[in-house]
């Protein structure tokens, strides 16, 4: 099993700051792709970046300039720089990654959810 626990979110003002966390554990083997999405009230979930165990990144349109992901590998953790934020920023950001576990006798791969964290951005 893998566990992901998200923090850093918050309330901050039109133009402001924050930095999203999200640290996975367990029994992991390797991590592949380390993601965040969001999802606004009524709306589909969406993108919001993702980084590829090489360092690949990609950006939703939205974002683009205004975030930065990373990834620590010795931590297992995944980071959202986030700058520059709009009200429309606004939604539950939530970290995904996918990877391979050891469960002791065997390997098999894993994809998990975080749990979650409210980011909301007033003007």
């Known amino acids: 099993q893998v566990q992901l626990v998200e923090s850093g979110g918050g309330l901050v003002q039109a133009g402001g700051s924050l930095r999203l966390s999200c640290a996975a554990s367990g029994s992991i083997a390797s991590i592949n792709a380390m993601g965040w999405y969001r999802q606004a009230p009524g709306k589909q979930r969406e993108l919001v970046a993702a980084i590829m165990s090489g360092g690949t990144t990609n950006y939703a349109d ?62």
């Open 62 to 123: 939205s974002v683009k300039g205004r975030f930065t992901i990373s990834r620590d590998n010795a931590k297992s953790t995944v980071y959202l720089q986030m700058n520059s934020l709009k009200p429309e920023d606004t939604a539950v950001y939530y970290c995904n990654v996918d990877g391979t576990l050891y469960s002791g006798s065997y390997f098999a791969k894993f994809g998990s959810w975080g749990q979650g964290t409210q980011v909301t951005v007033s003007s």
